[in-house]
């Protein structure tokens, strides 16, 4: 199924509802991970819109918010070797444009910042529902579960687990980044056999959105790394993959 064809699947025919949930799910409440950042969660404010709910500047409806709100318990920034692109061209609650990706096999050097938060493999899961704009809990079939992660960490880093095989998802791909601390650093992206296509316009993908790139500058100044410009940095990666075309 390509995917415009997957994009086009009404969510509620292809996410029905189910009831209860699962030990493991109990399971994960104990289980931490660090969830990887590198777009508009690089700002803290906003990575807390999905686990208290609400929403920050710019958004024009509120995240549902996690089942379990408790704050990340702690955070981290790192610099790793990807590169962050632009997929999609819709309209969202930032109003029109594409959604950051990472790129785990670029073809030349690149370098994003990560902001890592760490929470329970439940939390995780929350935050993967939020964010592809589905309520929480994921259905069983869709959830990271214990034995995925258990799989994963066995993986080289860059390792991708599909959760979403096809339907009206932003992020159906869970990526494993290695461990940092003794624990897994997990994030999610586009199905790695798509990444070329949003690349080289063969897929529809449009530059941030105004709203959207407002919290993405903010979230890199959050950060505080020194020698880096918010404006540069995501210039940087629009550049190269727009042409040359420069955000104001």
């Known amino acids: 199924m390509s995917l415009n064809e997957r994009m086009s699947v009404k969510e509620n025919e292809r996410f029905p509802a189910l009831e209860g949930g699962s030990a493991d799910d109990g399971a994960q409440k104990d289980v931490f ?4 950042s590198y777009g508009s969660n690089l700002l803290e404010a906003r990575f807390n819109c999905y686990l208290f709910g609400g929403r920050v500047h710019g958004m024009s409806r509120d995240a549902h918010g996690a089942r379990d709100s ?3 318990t702690e955070s981290a920034v790192l610099r790793m070797p990807y590169r962050v ?6 309209e969202s609650f930032w109003g029109f444009g594409g959604a950051a990706m990472l790129d785990l096999c670029p073809d030349g050097p690149h370098e994003a910042l990560i902001r890592m938060y760490k929470v329970t493999l ?7 529902a939020q964010e592809n704009g589905l309520r929480s809990p994921l259905p069983v079939q869709h959830r990271l579960k214990c034995e995925d992660l258990a799989t994963l960490r066995r993986q080289e ?12 998802t932003y992020y159906p791909a869970v990526a494993y980044l290695g461990d940092y601390n003794g ?3 997990l994030t999610f992206t586009c199905l790695p056999e798509d990444v070329p296509g949003f690349l080289n316009g063969e897929l529809p993908a449009a530059p941030p959105a105004y709203n ?5 500058r903010k979230g ?8 880096i410009d918010p404006i540069e940095y995501w210039n940087y990666f629009v550049e190269s993959q727009f042409r040359q075309q420069t955000l104001n």
């Open 33 to 36: 991970v660090w969830y990887a």
């Open 183 to 185: 624990t897994p650093i």
């Open 122 to 128: 439940q939390q995780f899961n929350d935050i993967v």
């Open 212 to 216: 959207y790139l407002n919290v993405l």
């Open 220 to 227: 890199v100044q959050e950060l505080g790394e020194g020698g």
């Open 85 to 90: 692109f632009f997929a999609y061209a819709r």
């Open 70 to 72: 408790t704050p990340a």
């Open 157 to 168: 880093p860059g390792t991708v687990s599909i959760q979403f095989e096809e339907g009206p």
